[in-house]
């Protein structure tokens, strides 16, 4: 049996046929229905601390990256009441700047890595890359799907990316990996992208780098988070979820974490379950709960 057979037989154990009219149908009802009732102070404070405060730009120097790290040392001083950031996110080259630099316990250290944001790379490249990486203090890796290859209906080869990459990080450390759900236009790609990831050896499934003109969408999420649910109800393995890209509202924010509790549940309510890949939230987030406007990051 070939090894494409292996992964056409993973995915025949989940429907993966969606209906993308239901899911906006279903999403609808959710945010109509339940993001209301979660608008509440304490869940704010709980969405701030699942935030990875992220800088990903051309212009990002060891210095600026120092500034940014410092800044969440002085936060966990000004408001030693709320809980910090759950992760700083930031490019292969500023693991070390960032693990020398960070003061806060839990705070975790991640790095785009893989040849982010296109993964259009070599393996070797991007194994070295990951591989530094964590040399370099790096507790979280995110890379990105081989979303072409998976396009051009190559699963094979997209999971033994996933999978070496995974083996590459070892199992101290979490892999998330990015679907870029913009580019996958249908329900039933991001489903098979989904499970195909989580097989393949990712700790999270995360929808978008931020980079595409299409980022995190409702949809999306659900889409996604049914999947882990299913993926969950198969092996047994919990799996994590992280919305990144366009959320730009403290609403925004509101709506995933409503969708990842009426689709997966408690259990995943949790800062190491449930993250947000912005940095723009953390101060409109934090300007609610404190109420009056802030710009601390």
Known sequence: MSELNKYEQALSKYNCEVDDAQVAAAVKRIITEK??????EEIKKFLFG?????????????ESVMAFTERVNQFDEAYGDLPHVATICVYPCFAKTVSQTLEVDGVEIACVSGSFPSSQALIEVKIAETALAVKDGATEIDIVMPVGKFLAGDYESVCDDIAELKATCGEDVAMKVILETGCLKTGTNIKKASIL?????ADYIKTSTGKEKISATPEAAYIMCQAIKEYYEQTGIQIGFKPAGGINSVMDALTYYTIVKEVLGEKWLTNKWFRMGTSRLANLLLSEIVGEEVKFF
């Open 50 to 62: 699942s935030i990875e405060l992220t800088t990903l730009k051309t212009t990002d120097s060891d």
């Open 35 to 40: 993001v209301p009732e979660n608008d509440t």
């Open 197 to 201: 990831s989580m097989y393949a050896g």
